[in-house]
Structures are given as C-alpha cells and as structure tokens.
C-alpha cells in the first residue's frame, strides 16, 4: 500500500525557515515526479514546486521562487521543500503528492495518484 507522510510543519515567525520532508514507502518511486502543493483557509489547493524523477527539472509557484527549494533523496524515497524568507501568506496545509506517468513533472494536482495527509504551517507576523 502507498503511502506518503510529511512531516516538519510548525509555527514559525515571518522571514523564518522550515523544512519538510515527505517519506513514501509501498514502492519505489524513483521513477516518479514529487511535488509539494498547499491549502490555506478558506481557499483551493495550490501548486507549489514539483521535483521531476531525475531532480535534474524542478518548477515552482511564482509566490515562492527564489524562497523555496525542493529536493529529493531516492535511495531514501525522500522529497524535502526548504522554505525560506517565510511570509503570513505562506500558511497553510502543505500535501507532498506523486505522479505515477513516467518521466512528467506536473504542475497540476489532478495529475497526482497518491497524496499525504498534510503538515500545517503557520507563518506569525
């Protein structure tokens, strides 16, 4: 059974940092897109960076270029977003997600097939 858990959320204060992490296990996932979205209050689920297999492509919500960085570790079957200069708009449920098309990064949500529980972070001004 697939499953992705994230972890590394909390309460920071603006222009903080935070890292999440997301691990997945029931397979291997090396051969997949990873990407992090998130949900703040009383809106839509958003795209926020996508890792391609490789690493090699990574592609990022305008809102968080040059702040947040994604990375994977697939010997560990490991996706982490570093997120940095953290501002009040940034909370917000964050979901680490996989895309099982071969060789896709995808920016889109309706493309993922598995999705983890989520990790609030919440940004104080």
């Known amino acids: 059974q697939v499953q992705l858990v994230e972890s590394g959320g909390g309460l920071v204060q603006a222009w903080g940092s935070l890292r999440l992490s997301c691990v997945a296990s029931?397979?291997?996932?090396?051969?997949?897109?990873m990407g992090w979205f998130r949900q703040a209050p009383g809106k839509e689920r958003e795209f926020v960076a996508v890792?391609?297999?490789?690493?090699?492509?990574?592609y990022y919500a305008d809102s968080v270029k040059g702040r947040f960085t994604i990375s994977r570790n697939i010997a560990k079957n490991t996706v982490y977003l570093q997120m940095n200069s953290l501002k009040p708009e940034d909370t917000a449920v964050y979901y680490c997600?996989?895309?099982?098309?071969?060789?896709?990064?995808?920016?889109?949500?309706?493309?993922?097939?598995?999705w983890g529980q989520g990790t609030q972070v919440t940004v104080s001004s």
């Open positions: 997600a996989v895309d099982l098309r071969d060789n896709y990064a995808s920016i889109y949500d309706f493309n993922y097939d598995y």
């Open positions: 890792i391609s297999w490789s690493g090699i492509t990574t």
């Open positions: 029931g397979r291997t996932f090396s051969n997949y897109a």
